[in-house]
């Protein structure tokens, strides 16, 4: 039998998976649109890191906004305090990261006396 499949939530990847794993905890089927695809060509489907789509039964509508509702007032890496969602944040550890980088060079190439 073909299950309509209804959008609950939307939001960065790492967040979807986060309710995902609570609803299925919660025993409620759950689909990420473009999932299969989105892990071997990302940019295809849409869903990259900062946008997906976590859909579930139509019977468990209610119940899965129910669940939804109560993680995210309780879950503060999903919700807007998570300092990583601040964009000067990322740019920070993106450059520190550049900067690690960079040092693995040095030290790779660098001849041994």
């Known amino acids: 039998m073909n299950e309509a499949w209804i959008h609950v939530y939307s ?4 967040s979807v998976l986060a ?7 919660s025993g409620i089927h759950t ?10 060509v990302p940019f295809v489907t849409g869903t ?4 997906a789509e976590l859909l579930v039964q139509h019977t468990d509508v209610e ?24 964009p000067t944040v990322r740019k920070v550890l993106r450059i520190i990261g550049f ?3 960079l ?5 790779l190439f660098t001849p041994n006396y």
Do not use: K, M, R, Y
């Open 31 to 40: 689909l990420i649109q473009g999932q299969t695809t989105e892990a071997v």
């Open 63 to 86: 119940l899965a906004h129910q669940i939804l509702e109560s993680t995210d007032s309780s879950n503060p890496a999903i919700g807007e305090g998570n300092p990583f969602h601040d």
């Open 19 to 25: 309710n995902q794993a609570s609803l299925e905890a």
């Open 99 to 101: 900067l690690l980088f």
């Open 48 to 51: 990259t890191s900062t946008n």
């Open 11 to 14: 939001g960065s990847f790492s």
């Open 103 to 107: 040092l693995f060079l040095l030290l």
